[in-house]
Structures are given as structure tokens and as C-alpha cells.
């Protein structure tokens, strides 16, 4: 079952903070969270895997929700390389099974 | 992290022909992925291959389609056959290692 993320498309300004949120109608396992910049392959930034969890550092953090259906990544004071698009990817089950992504965020930040 | 060879990285194939990509990884890993992304959309995955069984694919995608090979634990092919315009996508090979899922640089594959 595809998450859902949201927004779509945001458009920042440097220094500027944004949130992009990821969720599911189920309770997850585990949520990752991806950016890929224009013509590359995604990257890997965080994975939560506790309910209540947040992690990251101040500039770009990441919390999974209680019931864990819910997660969002925070972006703060936005640099210029932060451009590109922001996907969660989930999984319902453990075990090294493949993550299904939502449909993505793209970020621009302009100076 | 893993390091994941993909290639060619781009092509350009006529309606009807076929394409193999191939993907290499620097070590041992038991599940490889591949992954299909329309232009400006999601990644959707397309199979997960496993060293010496088949190919284990995801509603909408077919082994007469998208067959896969996976003949040791380092390598594997995706053969996206009988091409069409609306197989122009890039194709991503990705592993597993711990909890972080590594990507190839992809296959941009365009069908005139």
C-alpha cells in the first residue's frame, strides 16, 4: 500500500524551513526517507523504526508518530543543495522486504 | 554503504527490440531489487531476485515482460522485452545493507 506524502511541490527560499509528511492508513514498521536530485539515483538520509522516534540533527530531522503511521521530515534553515525530491519509503512487515515509496516532494530552494 | 554498478546508463531502442540492463554490487547480497520511474513519478517496484530461485514479481509486471536473471550473489540482469513507448522509464537496481537500501545510478531507457 503506496503513503501517502504531502505536499507535492514546495518552493523555498534559502534559509527558510519546510516539513514534509508521509503516511499510511496501517501502522508501519519502518519508514525511510530519500531525496534524489535531478537525473541521480536516491539517496538515503534516515530510517525510523520506533513509534515516538525522532532522529537527525537540526538541520534536517526526521519523527515517527506514536501509532506509527505517520512520519515527518523537517527542514531546516534550507540551504541551496537541499533541492530535489524527498520520498518516504515504507514497510508494513520486517525482514528485509522491499520498501514501497510514496509518490514524492519536490523541493526547490531558490537564494 | 554499497557500491552498485548499473548499466548502460542510458539508451535509446525501437519499438519491438529488447534491452538488458545489468547491475554489479561490490559484495555478497541475498535480495536485489529492481525498480521502474516514469518521468516525475514514484519509484514502483518491479521484482525482487533471489540467488538460485525465480524472480518474485509485483501485481502488473510479468516474467514474459521484465524477465530477470540472477546467476550469483553479486550480479543481476533485467531484460525489459517487446519495447514500447510506454516503457520509457528509468530502471534503478538497488540492494539491501543493514537497514539502508543503496541504489544504482540507473537506466534511462527512451523507445522511439
Known amino acids: 500500500q503506496q503513503p501517502v506524502q504531502s505536499p507535492q511541490a514546495v518552493i523555498l527560499r534559502e534559509g527558510e524551513d519546510a516539513v514534509i509528511n508521509c503516511s499510511s492508513s496501517?501502522?508501519?514498521?519502518?519508514v525511510h526517507w530519500y531525496r534524489q536530485k535531478h537525473g541521480e539515483a536516491p539517496v538515503f538520509l534516515m530510517i525510523l523504526l520506533k513509534g515516538g522516534e525522532q532522529k537527525g540533527h537540526e538541520k534536517i530531522s526526521a519523527s515517527f508518530n506514536e501509532k506509527k503511521q505517520q512520519s515527518s521530515l523537517y527542514l531546516t534553515a534550507s540551504q541551496l543543495s537541499y533541492s530535489g525530491t524527498y520520498f518516504c519509503?515504507?514497510?508494513?512487515?520486517?525482514?528485509?522486504?522491499?520498501?514501497?515509496f510514496g509518490k514524492g516532494t519536490r523541493l526547490s530552494v531558490i537564494a | 554503504s554499497a557500491v552498485i554498478s548499473q548499466k548502460p546508463s542510458r539508451d535509446i531502442c525501437q519499438r519491438g527490440t529488447s534491452l538488458t540492463i545489468q547491475c554489479q554490487v561490490d559484495?555478497?547480497?541475498?535480495?536485489m531489487f529492481w525498480y521502474r520511474q516514469q518521468p516525475g513519478q514514484s519509484l514502483t517496484l518491479i521484482a525482487t531476485a533471489n540467488q538460485g530461485s525465480e524472480a518474485t514479481y509485483e501485481s502488473g509486471f510479468v516474467i514474459d515482460k521484465f524477465p530477470i536473471s540472477r546467476p550469483n550473489l553479486t550480479f543481476s540482469t533485467l531484460t525489459v522485452s517487446n519495447l514500447s513507448p510506454e516503457d520509457s522509464s528509468i530502471y534503478l537496481c538497488?540492494?539491501?545493507?543493514?537497514?539502508?537500501?543503496?541504489f544504482g545510478s540507473g537506466t534511462q531507457l527512451s523507445v522511439l
Open positions: 538497488s540492494v539491501g545493507r543493514g537497514e539502508k537500501l543503496f
Open positions: 519509503g515504507t514497510e508494513q512487515v520486517s525482514g528485509n522486504t522491499p520498501l514501497v
Open positions: 496501517k501502522a508501519l514498521y519502518s
Open positions: 559484495s555478497q547480497v541475498t535480495m
